[in-house]
């Protein structure tokens, strides 16, 4: 079992920026890639981008160029560094740890409870 707890979530204005933080606990954190996932009301839950156990990353077009996925395995810690936030990026976001870095919310085993990210205009 991997526990997840997410953190950092806010109020912030269109162009600013925030960091989440996912701290985990439980089996060895180093093993799992991490990956970060945000729903807005009434849409699905997307992936943001992930990150390997090994320190490769994935991002959705969508925010590539504006964030970055980092981890401190010695905290057992991911992190999302959000910069040039807009109105579209309101979601609650997730984290989650699977085995692999996948694309598919099916495939991660362990979840975050969310932290809401409100971006003003």
């Keep these: 079992?991997?526990?997840?707890?997410?953190?950092?979530?806010?109020l912030v204005q269109a162009g600013g920026s925030l960091r989440?933080?996912?701290?985990?606990?439980?089996?060895?954190?180093?093993?799992?890639?991490?990956a970060?996932?945000?729903q807005a009301p009434g849409k699905?839950?997307?992936l943001v981008g992930a990150i390997?156990?090994?320190?490769?990353?994935?991002?959705a077009d969508s925010v590539k160029g504006r964030f970055t996925i980092s981890r401190d395995n010695a905290k057992n810690t991911v992190y999302l560094q959000m910069n040039s936030l807009k109105p579209a990026d309101t979601a609650v976001y997730y984290c989650a740890a699977a085995?692999?870095?996948?694309?598919?919310?099916?495939?991660?085993?362990?979840?975050?409870?969310?932290?809401?990210v409100t971006v003003s205009s």
């Design 20 to 34: 989440l933080s996912c701290a985990a606990s439980g089996r060895t954190f180093s093993n799992y890639a991490i």
């Design 44 to 46: 699905e839950r997307d």
């Design 99 to 116: 085995s692999s870095m996948y694309k598919l919310r099916r495939q991660y085993d362990y979840w975050g409870q969310g932290t809401q």
């Design 36 to 38: 970060w996932f945000r």
């Design 52 to 59: 390997s156990w090994s320190g490769s990353t994935y991002y």
């Design 1 to 10: 079992q991997v526990q997840l707890v997410e953190s950092g979530g806010g």
